[in-house]
């Protein structure tokens, strides 16, 4: 199998025919020996699944995966990984908003000698203010607070080699955020650029919600930052407290000068309460991630699934009983 092409998908039913349609002209253009498409689908909703039922009827490259409920874009992604066969793996959204027609030139890259060869968008379409703006802010935010160099401005859409997915199947942690462990790995990585489109039909399954969710697995799963933050700014905050309590003490039994003193208590009541709340909650978002992972659940549960011959490496949760690995 030279190439793997992931697609998570969540209520995509508006774009699965046009996404398949284009990915296997292109795939087909490519000259390949054989590739794969591996559908996971993420608790869709809507007909989604019967969708990629009936491509994986028609077309035996086609193999799926439904999970039980959705899990998550990074969690279908991971289950992607576990499940394709390929030589080189490509991850791309069934939105169209990463056009396939680039899989040729990563896929050349890769084969130049790189094991990862990521797509950056140089503009981004049909996308609120609010989100590019944050999307903005979130990278150079991590970026700067990370010691790993995460490229900012790029997604998940990528190609990837054999030896980087063996490498992610390794990492045991719950909290994924893929693109970061593919620069934690490292070897040899480059890019190439393209203008992001507009979704081509439907909406987005990203709310913010799950957006915010995905910048804190980011910043707590590579970088430590915060924690020392909340230490320093701990020590900072008691030292001016000190040198305040110090001229209140002066000012009470040397100059006598004082006055009843409502305003600064209050500020530094709110100011101190504000600052250790803030510290207990970035301690509290790591110890919540350290929980997910010393319980050791399996990452996602599947109900159903045509590919019977995973990868070596631990069974996937829900693959029928009896299939070679
Ligand atoms: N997706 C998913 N699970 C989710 C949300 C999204 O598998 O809970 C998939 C979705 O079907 C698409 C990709 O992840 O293939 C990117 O999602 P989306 O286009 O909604 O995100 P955006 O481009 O708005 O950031
Ligand atoms: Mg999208």
Redesign the pocket.
């Known amino acids: 199998m030279d190439l793997s092409v992931i697609?998570?998908?969540?209520?995509?039913e508006e774009n699965i025919p046009a996404l398949y349609e284009r990915l296997r002209g292109v795939l087909d253009s490519m000259s390949l020996g054989s590739y794969e498409f591996v559908f996971?689908n993420?608790?869709?909703a809507d007909r989604s699944l019967s969708l990629i039922r009936e491509l994986a009827a028609r077309d035996p490259r086609v193999r799926y995966a439904d999970f039980s409920r959705?899990?998550?874009?990074q969690i279908?992604?991971s289950a992607g990984l576990d499940l394709s066969a390929g030589a080189a793996i490509v991850i791309?959204?069934?939105?169209l908003?990463d056009p396939p027609e680039l899989i040729p030139a990563l896929y050349t890259k890769l084969r130049e000698g790189y094991e990862v060869v990521y797509a950056k968008r140089r503009s981004r379409q049909g996308?609120s203010a609010a989100?590019k703006f944050t999307a903005k802010l979130f990278y150079r935010l991590l970026a700067r607070i990370t010691n790993i160099s995460i490229p900012v401005d790029t997604?998940d859409f990528r190609v990837v080699s054999r030896k980087v997915v063996d490498a992610l199947r390794r990492m045991p942690e719950q909290n994924k955020f893929i693109r970061g462990q593919i620069s934690w790995i490292g070897y040899r990585q480059t890019y190439v650029e393209y203008d992001r489109a507009e979704?081509a039909g439907g909406?987005?399954?990203?709310t913010y919600r799950?957006?915010l969710r995905l910048a804190l697995d980011g910043i707590t799963g590579f970088s430590d930052v915060p924690l020392k933050a909340a230490s320093i700014s701990g020590f900072v905050v008691s030292g001016i407290a000190f040198l305040v309590m110090l001229y209140t003490l002066y000012e009470r039994f040397v100059t006598r000068n004082y006055q009843p003193g409502w305003a600064s208590l209050m500020i530094s009541i709110l100011f101190l309460g504000g600052v250790q709340l803030i510290a207990v909650g970035i301690i509290g978002e790591y110890i919540a991630r350290l929980l997910a992972n010393v319980r050791q659940r399996p990452l996602y549960i599947i109900s159903d699934t045509n590919v019977t011959d995973a990868p070596t490496l631990p069974r996937p949760v829900g693959l029928p009983t009896g299939t070679a690995l």
């Open positions: 697609i998570p998908i969540y209520n995509e996971v993420d608790g869709s959705n899990f998550g874009h279908a992604v791309i959204d069934a939105d908003q996308e989100k997604g979704r909406e987005t399954g990203y799950k957006m």
